[in-house]
């Protein structure tokens, strides 16, 4: 293996490890979206096809199909359920992790202890968690329902999540930025609006949307705690079970295309973000 | 909404202005109030009800319900049936080789994109590239596998379109092969995530020096990166190998119903109201994840690294 000649061009000199790697990453993607093509492309498949290739008379029969609330599952309902339950899922995740996150600045007895059991309430394995939760609401005589046991088994899940990336957020903070508001007479109201959050925000984002995408995807925790009306991973798991249709794929295409779209929104958001503040500080 | 966020930062903010007459207490208690809200929701919807089940798996049943007692019947139960002993040996099995793959898999992505990748915004799309497929349900990527597996699938059409084969290949779904695929299609992004972050923490200064001494490429990878990212290397380890000992329908679906996990055998009991049982396997289980995180985290203290 020849070293690489520092000295005189570190910037294009590829060793060979690039190019090994480069086509792992090229293998990976490939294995990662592979399966998930297929499926963007049989969700285009005619009313009589089936859940293989070949494509008999490609439709948007099954895109209709979700929506068309059927005997097995209602698809809609279950889906307005499930943002419900994940936008307050995220709106609670976000108050209470980033407070969490911000008491982690300083050390304080028991920081420990709460840290360990965010750690703890994490690596459960999920079932389990609802089916304690389950059992106690048993226990008290209270019907699961999705506002309740839901939400708590969810936030079991969301909220240390949010906790681990706040302190990659917080890291990543300057406290002299805030010492420097202060000292030039910003009032504790004024630091937090014009200094803190600012900074905090791109990863206050990014708490707000890994914790909707948990609950929106999470089965586990939920299946023993949800009660009568079920979530879309719920609705497509009794799917499943009875049989498999080209909706199913449609669905994945859809969620696919709207995971896209948002992901669009936030960059183009952060990205904004990031202009005007240089922009700003420009002046 | 961003009233409630800002609130205790307002009060820490008033905390700090204080300080000067009495700063010890007030700047605990206000790290107090902040995570009492988390505090409290663990406790009550985390700590209890484990407890409970705890409680639970020493319980007497019968078909009509539960009653207290302290009987280890339900113990005794699991180590002495060998179906679900092969249960656990499977789970076992599946959890070791995924954590090989998405370590070996996710380590090389990770480095290649913080190290190899040297334009920023290519990274980033390289790494929402990763992440995508994350948002679509867990559920409908595992059922992916089946058109594209299958004995008329993709994969075998393609294999037999070159002649490589005649018959289709049958060992590609429901059988061990699926479920491992299927895992690591999940799950390889928990690792890659976490060794990222660790690897982009690496002082680039430190490799150069490493090299200016003469250390081989290989000798900079263990003396100084992999040392360096054992952080995050623990962490994602610990996300996969409990995302994978907690499985619940995986297996049940790309082994075609021929295996079980821990977790799916559980539910089988849940679902038949034998709740002391199932409570039972739950303690077990707890028991055996806790031990793996546990030895994880003895050889990296995670909490000093984060805080970092």
């Given at each position: 293996?020849?070293?690489?000649?520092?000295?005189?061009?570190?910037?294009?000199?590829?060793?060979?490890?690039?190019?090994?790697?480069?086509?792992?990453?090229?293998?990976?993607?490939?294995?990662?979206?592979?399966?998930?093509?297929?499926?963007?492309?049989?969700?285009?498949?005619?009313?009589?096809?089936?859940?293989?290739?070949?494509?008999?008379?490609?439709?948007?029969?099954?895109?209709?199909?979700?929506?068309?609330?059927?005997?097995?599952?209602?698809?809609?309902?279950?889906?307005?359920?499930?943002?419900?339950?994940?936008?307050?899922?995220?709106?609670?995740?976000?108050?209470?992790?980033?407070?969490?996150?911000?008491?982690?600045?300083?050390?304080?007895?028991?920081?420990?202890?709460?840290?360990?059991?965010?750690?703890?309430?994490?690596?459960?394995?999920?079932?389990?968690?609802?089916?304690?939760?389950?059992?106690?609401?048993?226990?008290?005589?209270?019907?699961?329902?999705?506002?309740?046991?839901?939400?708590?088994?969810?936030?079991?899940?969301?909220?240390?999540?949010?906790?681990?990336?706040?302190?990659?957020?917080?890291?990543?903070?300057?406290?002299?930025?805030?010492?420097?508001?202060?000292?030039?007479?910003?009032?504790?109201?004024?630091?937090?609006?014009?200094?803190?959050?600012?900074?905090?925000?791109?990863?206050?984002?990014?708490?707000?949307?890994?914790?909707?995408?948990?609950?929106?995807?999470?089965?586990?925790?939920?299946?023993?705690?949800?009660?009568?009306?079920?979530?879309?991973?719920?609705?497509?798991?009794?799917?499943?079970?009875?049989?498999?249709?080209?909706?199913?794929?449609?669905?994945?295409?859809?969620?696919?295309?709207?995971?896209?779209?948002?992901?669009?929104?936030?960059?183009?958001?952060?990205?904004?973000?990031?202009?005007?503040?240089?922009?700003?500080?420009?002046? | 909404?961003?009233?409630?966020?800002?609130?205790?930062?307002?009060?820490?903010?008033?905390?700090?202005?204080?300080?000067?007459?009495?700063?010890?207490?007030?700047?605990?208690?206000?790290?107090?109030?902040?995570?009492?809200?988390?505090?409290?929701?663990?406790?009550?919807?985390?700590?209890?009800?484990?407890?409970?089940?705890?409680?639970?798996?020493?319980?007497?049943?019968?078909?009509?319900?539960?009653?207290?007692?302290f009987l280890l019947d339900s113990y005794r139960e699991i180590f002495t049936s060998a179906s679900t002993l092969r249960v656990y040996g499977s789970t076992l099995k599946f959890a070791a080789i995924v954590w090989a793959i998405t370590l070996f898999l996710g380590f090389n992505i990770a480095y290649f994109l913080i190290f190899h990748v040297r334009n920023p915004k290519i990274r980033i799309i390289f790494f929402l590239l990763c992440a995508i497929p994350f948002f679509t349900s867990a559920i409908i990527r595992t059922m992916a596998w089946i058109p594209f597996l299958g004995r008329s699938g993709v994969f075998?059409?393609?294999?037999?379109?070159?002649?490589?084969?005649?018959?289709?290949?049958?060992?590609?779904?429901?059988?061990?092969?699926?479920?491992?695929?299927?895992?690591?299609?999940?799950?390889?992004?928990?690792?890659?995530?976490?060794?990222?972050?660790?690897?982009?923490?690496?002082?680039?200064?430190?490799?150069?020096?490493?090299?200016?001494?003469?250390?081989?490429?290989?000798?900079?990878?263990?003396?100084?990166?992999?040392?360096?990212?054992?952080?995050?290397?623990?962490?994602?380890?610990?996300?996969?190998?409990?995302?994978?000992?907690?499985?619940?329908?995986?297996?049940?679906?790309?082994?075609?119903?021929?295996?079980?996990?821990?977790?799916?055998?559980?539910?089988?009991?849940?679902?038949?109201?034998?709740?002391?049982?199932?409570?039972?396997?739950?303690?077990?289980l707890v028991v055996i994840v806790a031990l793996m995180v546990g030895c994880l985290l003895r050889i990296v203290d995670v909490r000093k690294e984060l805080m970092k």
């Amino acid at each position: 293996m020849a070293r690489v000649p520092v000295a005189e061009n570190p910037i294009d000199a590829r060793p060979w490890t690039f190019y090994a790697l480069g086509f792992l990453f090229t293998l990976y993607l490939l294995f990662l979206y592979g399966p998930m093509l297929v499926i963007y492309a049989l969700s285009f498949q005619g009313a009589n096809g089936g859940v293989t290739f070949p494509i008999v008379e490609p439709s948007l029969e099954w895109f209709r199909d979700v929506w068309r609330p059927g005997q097995m599952a209602n698809i809609p309902a279950a889906f307005w359920r499930s943002v419900t339950l994940a936008g307050v899922v995220s709106l609670v995740t976000v108050v209470i992790s980033v407070a969490a996150g911000l008491a982690y600045r300083r050390p304080f007895p028991g920081a420990a202890i709460v840290f360990y059991l965010a750690v703890s309430s994490l690596v459960m394995p999920s079932l389990l968690v609802g089916f304690g939760i389950g059992l106690g609401f048993q226990f008290f005589g209270l019907q699961p329902d999705l506002f309740t046991s839901a939400l708590g088994a969810q936030l079991t899940w969301t909220l240390p999540f949010g906790l681990l990336t706040m302190f990659a957020v917080i890291n990543r903070f300057n406290r002299s930025w805030e010492e420097a508001a202060t000292d030039l007479g910003a009032s504790p109201l004024q630091r937090l609006r014009y200094v803190t959050l600012p900074i905090l925000l791109p990863g206050i984002l990014g708490v707000a949307l890994s914790a909707f995408t948990l609950s929106y995807d999470e089965y586990a925790r939920t299946t023993l705690t949800i009660g009568a009306r079920n979530t879309l991973p719920l609705e497509i798991y009794a799917l499943i079970s009875s049989q498999t249709t080209p909706m199913l794929f449609a669905l994945g295409t859809l969620t696919t295309a709207v995971s896209f779209l948002l992901i669009a929104v936030a960059l183009f958001v952060v990205l904004r973000m990031q202009r005007r503040r240089e922009w700003t500080s420009r002046i | 909404m961003d009233a409630l966020a800002n609130a205790p930062d307002i009060l820490s903010a008033t905390a700090e202005n204080t300080r000067h007459r009495e700063w010890r207490l007030p700047r605990r208690a206000v790290s107090w109030l902040q995570v009492l809200p988390l505090t409290a929701i663990l406790v009550v919807l985390f700590a209890l009800p484990t407890l409970l089940f705890l409680v639970v798996s020493f319980f007497d049943y019968d078909r009509t319900g539960i009653y207290p007692a302290f009987l280890l019947d339900s113990y005794r139960e699991i180590f002495t049936s060998a179906s679900t002993l092969r249960v656990y040996g499977s789970t076992l099995k599946f959890a070791a080789i995924v954590w090989a793959i998405t370590l070996f898999l996710g380590f090389n992505i990770a480095y290649f994109l913080i190290f190899h990748v040297r334009n920023p915004k290519i990274r980033i799309i390289f790494f929402l590239l990763c992440a995508i497929p994350f948002f679509t349900s867990a559920i409908i990527r595992t059922m992916a596998w089946i058109p594209f597996l299958g004995r008329s699938g993709v994969f075998n059409q393609a294999v037999m379109g070159l002649g490589f084969t005649s018959q289709p290949l049958s060992f590609l779904l429901f059988s061990d092969f699926s479920v491992v695929i299927a895992y690591v299609h999940l799950y390889t992004l928990l690792m890659i995530g976490p060794i990222a972050n660790s690897l982009s923490k690496i002082d680039r200064s430190l490799v150069e020096a490493a090299r200016d001494a003469g250390a081989s490429r290989w000798q900079i990878m263990a003396h100084v990166i992999i040392p360096l990212s054992k952080t995050g290397i623990a962490l994602g380890s610990i996300l996969v190998i409990t995302q994978v000992m907690g499985d619940y329908f995986v297996v049940r679906q790309m082994s075609g119903g021929q295996s079980a996990s821990i977790v799916s055998a559980l539910s089988v009991e849940i679902q038949a109201m034998q709740y002391p049982p199932a409570a039972a396997n739950a303690i077990v289980l707890v028991v055996i994840v806790a031990l793996m995180v546990g030895c994880l985290l003895r050889i990296v203290d995670v909490r000093k690294e984060l805080m970092k």
